[in-house]
């Protein structure tokens, strides 16, 4: 069974240093990662994916993730934090078949402090 | 940018009444998901929808539950006696498939409340 992991509830960081929200996954077959982003009273948004290639990955706001087969892991980054990128943060790995459903780690809350 | 819509924001309801939420997904997308996401509780899958029929239902997705496309517009989920563990809130997501690459958009969501 496919299943997501973020060990950490809360990630506290201070505005201009780098971030890391952690994400370790169990899958069969090949993983399609995905990261979100939900601020308060929103939905979520996408924030950038991984389903093959370079296992460095761009995305939205500057945020990135590193694919890591070895270590079952895709965490995301960014060199220089925020405040504004205080928000709830979802990993979630979807089943290789087109339009399947997304598996949701339990969500990481970012804070960052000015 | 095209995106994702749902109505109302809001619903209370009270114990064993019908609901219906609405969804309108972004307009070229063919597949259809309803998630739900329990105050402190990571987002969880209920449904997903393609050339009119379920795909995929979770083990939450019940009897309880149920999924239209009434027009070429709306996607609406109807819960048919809540419950008040049915109290979340509920996301409405679409895609248009691209092979392994599609990419799933969420909707604001809408907060049952269940008295």
């Known amino acids: 069974a496919q299943s997501v992991a973020q060990p950490e509830d809360q990630v506290n960081v201070a505005e201009g240093n780098p971030l890391t929200v952690k994400c370790t996954y169990s899958v069969s077959g090949n993983p399609y990662l995905f990261w979100y982003v939900q601020y308060p009273n929103r939905g979520l948004q996408f924030l950038l994916k991984?389903?093959?290639?370079?296992?460095l990955v761009k995305g939205s706001y500057g945020f990135e993730a590193e694919f890591n087969k070895s270590q079952t892991s895709f965490h995301l980054k960014k060199p220089s934090a925020l405040v504004s990128d205080s928000a709830l943060y979802f990993c979630?790995?979807?089943?290789?078949?087109?339009?399947?459903?997304?598996?949701f780690g339990q969500g990481t809350e970012l804070s960052v402090k000015p | 940018e095209p995106e994702v819509t749902q109505t109302p924001s809001h619903q209370v309801t009270q114990m064993g009444q019908e609901v219906i939420l609405r969804c309108v997904p972004i307009s070229n997308h063919l597949y259809f998901y309803w998630y739900r996401q329990i105050l402190g509780q990571k987002v969880e899958f209920l449904v997903s929808f393609y050339n009119n029929e379920i795909s995929e239902k979770s083990e939450i997705f019940d009897d309880q539950f149920s999924v239209e496309r009434p027009d070429g517009s709306n996607f609406t989920l109807k819960i048919r006696s809540t419950k008040l563990e049915d109290s979340a809130m509920y996301f409405c997501?679409?895609?248009?498939?691209?092979?392994?690459?599609?990419?799933?958009?969420f909707g604001p969501g809408t907060r049952l409340t269940v008295l």
């Open positions: 979630a790995v979807r089943a290789s078949n087109q339009g399947g459903k997304l598996i």
């Open positions: 991984y389903i093959t290639g370079d296992n």
């Open positions: 997501a679409s895609t248009i498939p691209a092979g392994h690459t599609d990419t799933q958009y």
